[in-house]
């Protein structure tokens, strides 16, 4: 891997500043701990800057994947468009990444080892690979290199013999591959749960283990598993006159704890979310977002802290963040990002069918880009919002060269470029 753009010196003239050599290292141990705790870039540009800084704190290489303070959480992998997926030729084996709170761009030398494997998922910015040739599913920081390597999805197989079993085996893994991530790290050991969302299954796995084990029950969802922290969340929303929503959590467990059955942490009751409900990682709060009745026209937030104590408290504002809802979710700040809007929710007009936003102030709907980039025949000055979106698709568009078109016709289904139908 080539050296990685973050450990650039903070400024030339500061390359071995004596006043940097006699801080003492506790001192400079407290402010990198600070750093890291706000973005994985700054504390390795802090650790650049001189040799006693460096040495006085943990490297993240080696331990990238390992020690979830080294993860880096809100960076993404950039979707590029016009057919250039992670791995082409034309990127010459560089891949981009942006920070969704700095709206800093880096790019990493990563191409060569995406041309023999897919990505599937991103779990606290790592990168959820899938081997092509033997189905191992795999962990990658893109900053320091360091993978780690989970057993093949294939073992899942013979423990599928309930599900879809009029598919050969081939087609059975490309349902597998549809999936969310959590995970957990204790005493060098990784534990990861796979939600399997189009078959309603969770698997788990540790990095010591040979094979994976699925669940033996399923799981109610209406839309996509939400991932964070370690747990998963499935909505299941009623049908007809009662239209709750109940939410449920799913633990990954500890080395050698038994996986639960999903546990039913809230309902909507008191404030009657109608579907889609979706979640979203916000200012370090997990956001709970559906509709206020069935003709979807006004969304409502409210925390999922809150409507577990059964709470009726609305959210009104969530500062300087615009919300992406598609069947993944991210926050992204409007601060650092040119073109997106505070205090909105990035999503597909429910009538109309393209990319707008909603303005939790007003509760009014507006386009979320420009005319040419909304129904162009070819891609206008395509806005940041359309790259981040596409992020929010990650099985059909985020690897795949393709960006989220809001045009949807009988050739272009939703993507960027169009597909014409054989």
């Known amino acids: 891997m080539a050296a990685s753009p973050l450990a650039t010196p903070l400024s030339p003239d500061m390359s071995s500043p004596c006043w940097a050599s006699c801080l003492p290292g506790d001192l400079v141990r407290l402010l990198a701990s600070r ?8 504390y390795v540009r802090f650790r650049a800057v001189c ?12 331990r990238g994947v390992l020690d979830p303070r080294f993860h880096p959480r809100r960076w993404m992998m950039f979707p590029e468009g016009n057919g250039l997926h992670p791995g082409h030729p034309n990127l010459h084996g560089y891949v981009r990444f942006f920070n969704l709170d700095t709206g800093a761009f880096v790019r990493v030398h990563i191409g060569p080892l995406l041309e023999h494997h897919s990505v599937l998922d991103s779990l606290d910015g790592l990168l959820v690979l899938h081997r092509d040739h033997d189905t191992a599913i795999r962990l990658l920081h893109p900053f320091t290199g360091d993978l780690l390597d989970l057993p093949p999805l294939s073992t899942l197989l013979p423990q599928m013999h ?6 050969p085996a081939q087609e059975k893994l490309l349902y597998l591959r549809s999936l969310s991530t959590a995970a957990t790290f204790a005493d060098g050991v990784v534990t990861v749960m796979l939600a399997l969302s189009k078959i309603y299954r969770v698997a788990v796995a540790t990095s010591q283990d040979h094979g994976w084990s699925m669940s033996t029950w399923y799981y109610r969802i209406s839309r996509p598993p939400f991932s964070c922290q370690g747990k998963t969340y499935v909505v299941y929303s009623q049908m007809g006159a009662d239209r709750t929503a109940k939410i449920f959590q799913i633990d990954t467990p500890l080395p050698g704890e038994v996986l639960q059955t999903p546990k039913l942490i ?5 404030v009657k979310l109608y579907a889609p409900v979706y979640f979203v990682e916000c200012n370090s709060e997990i956001l709970v977002i559906g509709h206020s009745d069935i003709r979807v026209s006004k969304m409502l937030v409210y925390k999922l802290t809150d409507l577990v104590m059964e709470r009726n408290i609305p959210v009104t504002s969530i500062g300087d963040k615009a919300i992406f809802l598609q069947s993944r979710t991210l926050a992204a700040s409007a601060k650092a990002l040119p073109t997106l809007v505070g205090d ?10 393209y990319i707008s936003q909603y303005d939790l102030t007003t509760g009014s709907w507006s386009l ?15 806005s940041l919002v359309q790259h981040i979106f596409t992020c929010c698709s990650p099985t059909r568009h985020w690897t795949k060269g393709l960006l989220y078109h809001s045009m949807v016709d009988e050739n272009t289904y939703g ?5 014409t139908r054989t």
């Open 415 to 419: 993507r960027w470029p169009p597909v």
């Open 368 to 382: 979320a880009m420009d005319q040419c980039s909304l129904r162009g025949t070819e891609p206008g000055p395509c």
């Open 51 to 62: 040799g006693p800084w460096r040495s006085s704190t943990a490297s993240p290489r080696g």
């Open 266 to 270: 809230a309902t909507s009751s008191l």
């Open 344 to 353: 909105t929710i990035i999503y597909i007009h429910p009538m109309k069918q």
């Open 35 to 42: 750093l890291l705790a706000a973005d994985f870039a700054d």
């Open 162 to 167: 309930q599900d879809l079993h009029h598919l």
